[in-house]
């Protein structure tokens, strides 16, 4: 998988959600204010995107940028910021999905294409739209697991390295989600284009 390197931008919004995020755990509103609103988005699309239930994604953003502010002199520096609370977030997915959802309910395309065109960056929408909807419809295939991993990974730039950091797993176990994932994907995605479906027996394992 592709490592992105640092640039110049990356660093310094680091710097700030770093300096917000010191301010905010000794007690400075503003500073987590601004925390939030630099946050907020990107989580709600990451969310939205794993789970399609835009309730539930709502729900998980407030828990998780609560918990940020309750334990922000918990962050140690070990990873990104965004690491940080992506990690958050994830855990309090899991617990809403555990305490509400079934798993059947969890799909991308229960979102409506204006609650995924609110959730994200600006678009030529004539001309993606067709191809967003038919890869969010691969991704909503794939278990949770999958789809949370490559969302991380293509979606918000997460390293294997960072994105096991934010599923509490082996980064082996990362690499191999993002394999069975791509192989799920190169046989649905045709499926679901109108193409031939593909033969019994060529997903290969999915864990």
């Known amino acids: ?26 007690g400075d509103r503003s500073a987590f204010e601004q925390l939030y609103r630099h946050c ?14 835009p309730d539930l994604a709502e729900e998980v953003v407030n828990d998780t940028l609560w918990i940020v502010w309750r334990t922000a002199g918990n962050f140690r520096g070990e990873s990104r910021v965004s690491t940080w609370i992506h990690g958050i977030a ?16 969890i799909n991308a395309s229960a979102v409506s294409d204006a609650e995924l065109a609110m959730a994200e960056p600006a678009f030529n929408e004539a ?13 909503a295939a794939l278990p949770v697991e999958q789809r949370v991993t490559l969302e991380l990974a293509y979606y918000l730039g997460e390293t294997c390295e960072d ?32 193409d031939i479906p593909p033969a019994s027996g060529t997903e290969g394992p999915i864990r």
């Not at 998988?1 to 959600?17: G, H, K, Y």
């Not at 994830?90 to 079934?102: F, N, P, Q, S």
């Not at 599923?167 to 176990?173: E, K, P, W």
Request: hydrophobic share 45%; with cysteine; glycine share 6%.
């Open 40 to 53: 907020q988005p990107r989580l709600s699309r990451f969310v939205l995107r794993s789970c399609g239930r």
């Open 90 to 105: 994830y855990r309090c997915m899991l617990k809403a999905l555990r305490d509400g959802v079934t798993a059947q309910e």
């Open 127 to 139: 001309a993606d739209r067709e191809l967003r909807d038919w890869v969010a419809r691969g991704l």
């Open 163 to 194: 994105i096991a950091r934010i599923m509490n797993c082996a980064t082996g176990t990362v690499k191999a989600r993002m394999f069975h994932a791509r192989v799920r994907l190169r046989n649905v995605l045709p499926e679901l284009g109108g």
């Open 1 to 26: 998988m592709f490592q992105p390197v640092p640039n110049e931008a990356d660093t310094a919004a680091e710097s700030r959600l770093r300096a917000w995020l010191q301010a905010a755990a000794a």
